[in-house]
Every structure is written in C-alpha cells, then in structure tokens.
C-alpha cells in the first residue's frame, strides 16, 4: 500500500519514527549509553584509587591512576558531545519531516475533511511535531537509564550479594509499583494537550478576526469566549501538573530513600570489616548514581502519554480524507473562450439554483442580499465546494477539477476578502513563490498592477520601497494597505477569470474610486474576464453588467444605474 494512502495510527507514526533515523539512533544510543556507563565506572574507579594508590601511599600508583580517570572523563565527555550530536540532528529532522508531510496533508489543492480549526492545524503541524520527534531523545535516555542501572546492581552484587540483590530485584519492583498512575497520566496528558490546543486554535482565530470583531463591537464577546476556553485548558493543565507532581515527588522520595538505604547497608558492612574504605565509596557513590536513573525511569509515563498523544493528533491529520475527488486534467477546449464562466444550479449553503453566465472580456459585479451568499458563491468560485450537489462551475469550458495545477492560477484566480499576507517584504508578497526577484518594479505590467490597485504609494511611504519588512498577516501594514497590495498580487498575475469579494471595504470612498477605475483599466486592456461581488457603488457603477442576487437566486440584471432606477431594494442594498 502507498505511504499516501495508508492508515496511520499513533503507534505506526512512533515506530517509523524510529525506524527512519535508526542510522543515526543507533551509534547515538550507543554513545549515550556508554557515556553512562563511564558514570558508573567513576565511583568504581575512585574506590580503586583510594585502596591501590592512597591506602597503600603509592605516588606512583596514584599518578597513574589519577592518569586512567583523567582518561576516563575524556571518554565520558566525549561520547556524550558525539551522540548528542547525532540525536539532535535526528530530533531535528525528524521534526521537520512530521512538518513537511503534516503542511503537505493541510495543504493539499483538494482540500482535507477534518474537524480542526486553523490553530489547531497549526499547533498540531509544529508542536505537536516536535513533540512526537522527541522519542528519539526519550529512547536513549531510557536505554542508559535501564543499562546504567544494571550494571551498577552488578557492581554492587560483586562487592556484596544483598546489595546487589537490593538494587537489581528493589528497583525494578519500586519502578513498576509507579507505573500504576500511568494510565492515569496519559489520560490527564492528552487532555491537557487537547485542550490547550483548541485554546491556541481559538487565540489565532480571534486574532486574524481582530479588526472585524472591534467593527461589530464584539470584542467583549471575543473576550468571554477566550476567557472560557483558557480557563479549561489551565484547569486540565492543572489536573495533569497535580498528578505529574504527586508521581515525581514520589519517584524522587523512593529513589533517595532506595539510594541511602544502600549507603546505610554499606556503612554497616564497613564497620563490621566487611568492606574496605574504597569499596565503601564505590558504593555510597554508586548509590548517589542510582537516583538519576531511578527519577528517570518514574517520569517515563508522562513522556508516553505526551509523544503518544501528539503522535496521536499527528495520525488524525494524515488520515484526513480529501474534500474533493482527483480529477482528470483536461486541456482548454477549442472553440470555447478561455474567459468565459458559467456556474449552473449552485445550491452551496443559502444558494437556491443559481446560475450565472459571464463572456470572455465582460466586467461583472454581483451584489447578494445576504453577506452569506457572496462566501457561498466565493466557496464555489475558489473549488472549495466542488460536489455536483452544490453546483456546476466551468472556466473556458472546463470543470474547476479539470484544469491542470500548473494552470489554474492563469485560468482562474479568487481573491478572498480576507486575503494573506506573508512574512517577508512587499516584493515576495507580490508574487506566490515568494521570489523577490521575480518583481521589477519598473515592468511595465507591476506598475499598472500597483496602480489601478493604488497601491503604489505603499512603496512611496517606506524609504526602503519593495524590501519594507512584512510581519505575519500583513500586521506591519494598515488594513487598507494590505487590501490594496493583495489585489495588486491579484492583478500582478493577469489570469482568464479574476473573482474579487469586497476588494475595497478598507478604503476611502476617493481611493475606491480610483481602484475601480483601475481594475476595468487594467483588465479590459487584454480583454480579461472579472467577477466582483461587492456592494461598493463605484465597482458596480464601473461594471459592464451587475447581477442582483436576492435569497439565493438571481432577481436581476442591468447596468447600475439600470437597477437603481428600477429597484428600490437595490437602492437600500448599495447604500447599507
């Protein structure tokens, strides 16, 4: 089976994961481990010292040993530096891959089902990618946690059996005894997860909508809604910090009280002669050793429940299905005008059997009654509803699905209301690969893109012109600046069929003048076909036709002054 069409769970994600990077998990682990190993091998080293070398008063014997445990810290720190090195390059790639494959799946120009919201996507995409990356750090901590510790039991069985017995047969039952909350962990984990993850989603929504929440005065309304959602992620926050806390004081407590158990059982031994002075500090300092693996192996439960439920989200979205099936590309038909429009029948949300004809070269405006029907109309114009249910959309004779993805942005292109803006510069927000050098602002073509869009005088109002810095969705430029320069993107582009929805809604009545002026200059200059649904009365006065769109059905058609004269409904539309 293809890895597209495969069904991942939680577990398939960890185990390729692993599998993937085993290269360099592998030497990586290796050197992690055996730079535990030098720990452990200290303590035993300095208990060797101290009865060869300092009980004896051998100078010679203490300098050469001295000499070995020099050596052996080299060893230690170098094995660390090295297989670090591998594991973060291998956290690090493996990040970005989850990423890639993750963006690609959100991505996809078919559009995905799926019940997350844009911060969600988001968070699931970066986060929760890196998340599920960090096994590759968890595995071989846990590798050196387990081998460091049974070798340090090993030691001490060589030294005495009961203390080795206590550490090999003690710990293993203390470790398991904690596993008992894991469940638990895991559940309280993965809905802490969840839940901060639906309150990013909701801060990135209500951000992006700032401006026009603060223009229907709902900001209090926002507020509320953040205020609630912020309050149950802290609240599952809490739940799972409450139990983590309570399951980390308790490993922490029994792992000193295991370590000094073994030390108390030691200097018992000393006492009565049964060990030496050396052997007395390998094993008080073997027994400071076992806390780290001990405190180590307790919090493994959190760390599952953690990468599990992040490689969990991760599943959830490469297993979103498509919203629209693959279509055969088709070339342009002879005979039919690639400008030419036709939608048939659209019954998408409020749409009740519309049907709309557009010619090559024609400007035409639609105004809708209802807010909703123009996002309707857009949703099907754009591709994102493609079902026959919803409607029938042709460009140049052709289905939408049916135009080759390397022709589509050519053949038709629709401009959102709410358009993006890039981290960047003005240049590579000109253009969709982000290029700058694709932009001369001396050709002949972006400059009348910058001018019948007025967005010229953007440029003018920065010293440094086309390479003025852009911060995230466009927030380093007023909202009539970024609406004027995504329609000169649009422009820029020159495509068949051009579809606007409300280009001009953050400008002053002059500029919007201007920009209608503009865009029947600019498109009717190669005969281009232009579809704007508006309201505004100096785009519907500059249009060839306008269509009036009244319960989801076409009421009428006309020039403006034609419907302004013949409908007084018309005349209370344009004017809201």
Known sequence: MAEAAKRWTGGAILRRTVTRNLRRLTPGTGLIIAHKLCEVAVPVLIGIIVDRAVATGSVGALIGWIAVLATLFVILTLAYRFGARLLVYAIARESHLLRVELSRKILNRLGIRTDHKVGELLSISSSDADATSYLLDYIPQIAAAVVGTAVCGALLLRIDLPLGLMVLIGVPVVVAGLQLTAPTIARRVENQQAEVSRGTALATDLISGHRPLAGIGAQANAAVRYRA????????????????????????????????????????????????????????????????????????????????????????????????????????????????????????????????????GEFVAVLTSDARDASALIDLLSG??????????????????????????????????????????????????????????????????????????????????LAHAVFERGASLSGGQRQRWTLARALIVDPDVLVLHDPTTSVDAVTEQAIADGIRRVRGVGGRTTVVLTSSPALLAAADRVVLVVDGRVRAEGTHLELVNAHADYRTWVMR
């Open 384 to 465: 994102q509803e493609r079902s026959i249910e919803a409607g029938i959309v042709r460009v140049g004779g052709r289905l939408i699905g049916e135009i080759p993805p390397g022709e589509r942005r050519t053949s038709l292109l629709v401009e959102h209301h709410h358009s993006a803006l890039f981290s960047g510069t003005l240049a590579s927000n000109l253009v969709v690969s982000g290029v700058e050098g694709l932009v001369d602002a001396q050709d002949g073509a972006v400059q009348a893109a910058l001018a019948a869009s007025c967005a010229a005088d953007v440029i003018d109002l920065h010293p440094d012109g």
């Open 229 to 360: 959602a912020s309050r149950r992620s802290l609240a599952a926050t809490l739940r799972a910090a409450r139990i983590q806390s309570v399951h980390a004081g308790v490993a922490a407590a029994a792992g000193a009280l295991a370590a000094t158990a073994v030390a108390v059982f030691a200097a018992y031994l000393a006492l009565h002669g049964d060990l030496s002075l050396g052997e007395l500090i390998t094993v008080i300092g073997l027994a400071q050793f076992l806390i780290a693996p001990f405190g180590l192996l307790a919090i493994v439960p959190s760390w599952v429940a953690e990468t599990r439920g992040s490689a969990n989200r991760v599943a959830n979205v490469l297993n979103s299905a498509t919203r629209h099936q693959q279509q055969s590309a088709k070339p342009a038909r002879p005979g039919v005008a690639p400008g030419a429009l036709s939608v048939r029948d659209a019954r998408h949300a409020g749409l009740d059997g519309l049907s709309l004809d557009v010619e090559q």
